[in-house]
């Protein structure tokens, strides 16, 4: 009889296991593969390539291979056969600098940023004395500061409470992260934001905050 239950709860142990999934799990792109995702400024025109070095054999020449156009102003391209490799990408009569990529980056403001696939996960309390006003503005600072939004940031979304708020972020490997509701600020003016990375949690509550890597588990 013991040895029938104890089989029979390994058993339901192992179904359950089968359907616990991490929360922010995602297998879009390997970070060791060079994937270079180009954020197109306003004054370039469409015809954008891409020119590699010191990529074993897949070097080019000037002006390069085209880059895949993924979406509105933003090309992409990715080899599954490097880790890394210089570049410079183009349009024929506007070039960035010298650049490097080592795995999968974003390139904006002819600086580069590491991404991921992977989910930042945002949680946020609201004191007592601030608005429901409640925005979030990040920004990425991995070779100089690089943002994607204007001052105050994005509104949060409510979470069914007058005081919970959240926000799940992806697209990049680390973030730094202010709060605010238009008048109220954390951390305060003139300092830098909460440092952030891909399947981490930050947590906001009680005028504090902690950052943690992902432990809750969904049930399927």
Same mark, same amino acid.
């Given at each position: 009889?013991?040895?029938?239950?104890?089989?029979?709860?390994?058993?339901?142990?192992?179904?359950?296991?089968?359907?616990?999934?991490?929360?922010?799990?995602?297998?879009?792109?390997?970070?060791?593969?060079?994937?270079?995702?180009?954020?197109?400024?306003?004054?370039?025109?469409?015809?954008?390539?891409?020119?590699?070095?010191?990529?074993?054999?897949?070097?080019?020449?000037?002006?390069?291979?085209?880059?895949?156009?993924?979406?509105?102003?933003?090309?992409?391209?990715?080899?599954?056969?490097?880790?890394?490799?210089?570049?410079?990408?183009?349009?024929? !009569? %506007?070039?960035?600098? *010298?650049? =490097?990529?080592?795995?999968?980056? &974003?390139? @904006?403001?002819? $600086? /580069?940023?590491?991404?991921?696939?992977?989910?930042?996960?945002?949680?946020?309390?609201?004191?007592?004395?601030?608005?429901?006003?409640?925005?979030?503005?990040?920004?990425?600072?991995?070779?100089?500061?690089?943002?994607?939004?204007?001052?105050?940031?994005?509104?949060?979304? !409510? %979470?069914?409470?007058? *005081?919970? =708020?959240?926000?799940?972020?992806? &697209?990049? @490997?680390?973030? $730094? /992260?202010?709060?605010?509701?238009?008048?109220?600020?954390?951390?305060?003016?003139?300092?830098?934001?909460?440092?952030?990375?891909?399947?981490?949690?930050?947590?906001?509550?009680?005028?504090?905050?902690?950052?943690?890597?992902?432990?809750?588990?969904?049930?399927?």
């Amino acid at each position: 009889k013991f040895m029938s239950t104890l089989s029979l709860v390994f058993a339901i142990v192992m179904v359950m296991t089968s359907m616990v999934v991490p929360a922010s799990a995602s297998t879009t792109t390997s970070e060791e593969t060079v994937k270079i995702v180009f954020y197109k400024p306003d004054n370039w025109g469409d015809n954008i390539s891409i020119h590699l070095w010191n990529a074993k054999s897949y070097d080019t020449s000037w002006p390069g291979v085209k880059m895949e156009k993924s979406s509105n102003g933003i090309y992409t391209y990715q080899n599954k056969n490097l880790t890394s490799c210089n570049f410079v990408i183009t349009d024929g !009569n %506007n070039q960035t600098s *010298d650049l =490097y990529c080592n795995g999968y980056v &974003g390139v @904006k403001d002819n $600086k /580069v940023f590491a991404k991921s696939d992977n989910t930042i996960d945002i949680y946020f309390k609201k004191p007592s004395n601030w608005s429901s006003n409640i925005r979030c503005y990040y920004y990425t600072d991995d070779y100089g500061v690089v943002s994607f939004m204007d001052w105050p940031g994005v509104a949060m979304k !409510n %979470n069914h409470s007058d *005081d919970d =708020y959240y926000l799940y972020v992806t &697209g990049y @490997k680390n973030l $730094k /992260v202010i709060f605010t509701d238009g008048n109220n600020q954390y951390p305060s003016s003139g300092e830098s934001g909460i440092s952030v990375s891909a399947s981490q949690e930050l947590i906001f509550e009680k005028n504090k905050y902690t950052v943690t890597n992902h432990k809750y588990m969904d049930f399927y």
